[in-house]
């Protein structure tokens, strides 16, 4: 038995006045999710352990089976090990998002969804005038990209950007932790986060002054004009899929995201990077569905991700997620379930999200996610549609944390 799991990031969501107080995925009604959760069985997952934000780094790595409390080093490293940057022991590697702040506030967590080439010219106009021995930006996707800190402290107390949208910034600078450890041969928490504060206001001065932004003030719109640096940490210590799974020989991993290529990346899986796929609603969804089938050919293990429905909800935007959620199910699902159905070997496909981003929220939200599993010949629960409250009463019930992967696994 071949195993994929599809997953749209961010997809679930709450009750939407305007939308009859229905949910996304029951006012969108997608065809092939619904045949899925009819055909299948559903359930619930908690992907989020006690005492972690509700974050796509975190969620993830709990979806694919990891022990949070065992793995766990924060946003930063996944993503330097999908860049190819490859951390020295000594390294503090943290996200450094490049927004967009206006009267005071944080406006927009993508610096008005700033693409991947302008986004490099201001990472190393940042590396002139602010690298040195200790310093240095790197740069990743879009807006998502690395600072590297040699011999900081990852304890500090950071705000993700996209979980604060309209809210002032200042008093949402880097704090240390309390009590943080001193730990030999590296900075002090408060070292660190007073260095990472002066970066800050330091990237302000610069970015105002740099061509990129005045052209967009000039035409008035969003700026790139601020760096924001959080959820960092050290080398990670994970074993592949192959170590604690025995049934998964080989994997793939599809992705537009630096995290998830990261995060596979450890795990052991194979990295596919399709052409056109842009990790916002406008991704190749084709492409990706034909990645995932060449993927199965080959792997016995596939993790598809689909960043787009999670970058509506932190805009805002109900019809874009709900577009977002259709293109999803018609353009990716579907193709993929139709080759499965012509796949002499048997293929078991699950259907879930990371973790609620709501649109009328536009952050994360830690609640479980609905899923569904699949695959042909199995005993089909009662549920007929595949939502956040009709997966209450699916056959699975409510799964925590490495449950789902370790369910998935039985299948063979």
């Not at 996200?95 to 506030?105: E, H, P, Q, S, W």
Request: proline fraction near 6%; include cysteine; hydrophobic fraction near 40%.
């Amino acid at each position: 038995m071949k195993h994929i799991i599809i997953l749209g990031d961010g997809m679930a969501d709450h009750q939407v006045a305007s939308l009859g107080n229905r949910t996304l995925l029951q006012y969108a009604r997608p065809e092939y999710m619904n045949q899925l959760a009819r055909e299948g069985r559903t359930g619930r997952l908690i992907t989020v352990p006690e005492g972690f934000p509700p974050g796509s780094e975190v969620a993830n790595t709990s979806i694919l089976g990891y022990d949070l409390n065992k793995v766990y080093e924060g946003r930063g490293p996944l993503e330097a090990a999908s860049i190819g940057y490859d951390m020295a022991d000594d390294d503090m590697t943290i996200r450094c998002n490049i927004i967009t702040l206006a009267d005071g506030k944080i406006i927009t967590h993508n610096g008005g969804n700033l693409e991947t080439a302008d986004a490099d010219v201001l990472i190393q106009y940042l590396n002139q005038h602010l690298a040195n021995d200790r310093v240095k930006f790197i740069t990743g996707i879009q807006y998502r990209h690395l600072l590297v800190i040699k011999g900081g402290s990852k304890h500090i107390v950071c705000n993700p950007p996209h979980d604060h949208p309209n809210e002032e910034w200042r008093p949402l600078l880097v704090k240390a932790e309390e009590n943080a450890p001193l730990e030999d041969g590296r900075m002090t928490a408060q070292e660190t986060a007073d260095l990472i504060n002066e970066l800050i206001l330091k990237s302000q001065d610069l970015l105002a002054q740099h061509p990129y932004n005045l052209e967009k003030a000039a035409k008035g719109e969003r700026q790139a004009n601020s760096i924001w640096p959080w959820s960092g940490g050290y080398r990670p210590s994970m074993q592949t899929l192959m170590q604690q799974y025995p049934q998964i020989k080989s994997g793939a991993v599809i992705s537009a995201v630096d995290l998830i290529q990261g995060i596979g990346r450890y795990a052991g899986l194979r990295i596919i990077k399709v052409p056109g796929a842009t990790g916002l609603a406008n991704t190749n969804y084709e492409g990706k569905a034909q990645a995932g089938i060449d993927a199965l050919k080959q792997d016995d293990f596939v993790f598809v991700h689909v960043e787009a429905t999670d970058e509506a909800g932190h805009d805002g935007d109900i019809d874009l997620k709900l577009k977002a959620i259709d293109y999803l199910d018609k353009r990716l699902i579907k193709p993929i379930l139709e080759v499965i159905h012509q796949m002499d070997e048997p293929v078991c496909m699950a259907i879930l999200p990371d973790h609620p981003t709501p649109v009328e929220l536009r952050i994360h939200v830690n609640e479980p996610v609905p899923f569904i599993i699949w695959y042909r010949g199995i005993t089909p629960d009662d549920v007929q549609q595949y939502d956040e409250e009709s997966c209450v009463n699916g056959a699975y019930g409510l799964l925590r944390l490495n449950e789902f992967m370790n369910e998935l696994m039985k299948i063979e």
